[in-house]
C-alpha cells in the first residue's frame, strides 16, 4: 500500500517570508501523481498545486511550487511571500489510477 | 459551476442512533469519493465510486457502514448504530476523470455523544 509522510506536524513562518514543507512518499509504481491541499477552517479542501511523476519539471502556480525529487520519492511545497491567507492545513496526497492517498497534514501558521 | 455539495454541515447524535449523509458531486464527474478526517489527521478514504459502481470499498467498515450512489450521480452514506469513534468529518470529492484532481466539499462534521 502506498503511504504518505509529511514529518512537520506544525511549522510557522514570517509574513512575506519563505517557507517549505517536507512530504515523502512510499511506491513502487513509477507513473502516479503527487498533489498538495490546502484545508482552511472551513474544511474545504483545496488544490494548491499538481505534478505528474513522468515530467521532471518542477510545478509552479504563482508563489507555490514543488520540489520533486522522483528517486528519493520526495515531494516538498515552497511558499514564497507569505501572505496571512496561507495560514492553513495543508496536505500532501498520492495518487495511483483513481486511488488518493493524503498525508497527516502539517499546520502553517504565518506571522505578521 | 456549483461545487461539490453536501449535507448536513453538523450533525450531533447519541450513540447507536442512525445517521445519513448526502453528497450531490459536480455535475459530470464519474467518480465520487467518500474520507473520513479524524481531528489532526489526513483524510482516510472510505468508499470509491466509478458512477454507480463501489470500486474500492475496502476501507469501509460494512458492519455498520453503508453507501449507495444512485443512477452514478448523489450519494449517500449511512451508519447505523454510530458509536463514539465516529465523530469526524466525512468528506464527499469527485472527480472528472481518472487521474484528474479532486473537488472537496465542505464536509459533515459528526459529533457522537
Known amino acids: 500500500a502506498q503511504t504518505v509522510t509529511q514529518s512537520q506536524p506544525e511549522m510557522s513562518v514570517q509574513e512575506a517570508e519563505t517557507v517549505t514543507l517536507s512530504c515523502t512518499y512510499d511506491?513502487?509504481?513509477?507513473?502516479?501523481?503527487l498533489f498538495w491541499y490546502k484545508q482552511p477552517p472551513s474544511r474545504q479542501m483545496i488544490l494548491v498545486i499538481r505534478?505528474?511523476?513522468?515530467?521532471?519539471q518542477n510545478a509552479t502556480e504563482n508563489r507555490f511550487s514543488v520540489n520533486f525529487q522522483k528517486a528519493a520519492k520526495s515531494f516538498s511545497l515552497k511558499i514564497s511571500d507569505s501572505q496571512l491567507g496561507d495560514a492553513a492545513m495543508y496536505f500532501c496526497?498520492?495518487?495511483?489510477?483513481?486511488?488518493?492517498?493524503f498525508g497527516a497534514g502539517t499546520r502553517l501558521t504565518v506571522k505578521p | 459551476e456549483a461545487g461539490v455539495v453536501q449535507s448536513p454541515r453538523y450533525k450531533i447524535i447519541e450513540k447507536k442512533q442512525p445517521v445519513a449523509f448526502w453528497c450531490n458531486p459536480i455535475s459530470g464527474h464519474n467518480t465520487l469519493y467518500w474520507y473520513r478526517q479524524n481531528l489532526g489527521q489526513g483524510p482516510e478514504l472510505l468508499i470509491r465510486?466509478?458512477?454507480?459502481?463501489?470500486?474500492?470499498d475496502s476501507q469501509l467498515p460494512k458492519d455498520r457502514f453503508s453507501a449507495e450512489r444512485l443512477k452514478g450521480v448523489d450519494s449517500t452514506l449511512k451508519i447505523q448504530p454510530a458509536e463514539l469513534g465516529d465523530s469526524a468529518v466525512y468528506l464527499c470529492?469527485?472527480?472528472?476523470?481518472?487521474?484528474?484532481?479532486?473537488?472537496f466539499g465542505s464536509g459533515t462534521q459528526l459529533s457522537v455523544l
Open positions: 496526497a498520492y495518487m495511483n489510477n483513481n486511488d488518493m492517498r
Open positions: 511506491t513502487s509504481e513509477s507513473d502516479y501523481y
Open positions: 505534478q505528474e511523476a513522468y515530467k521532471q
Open positions: 470529492a469527485s472527480a472528472s476523470g481518472p487521474r484528474e484532481k479532486l473537488f
Open positions: 465510486y466509478e458512477n454507480e459502481e463501489a470500486v474500492d
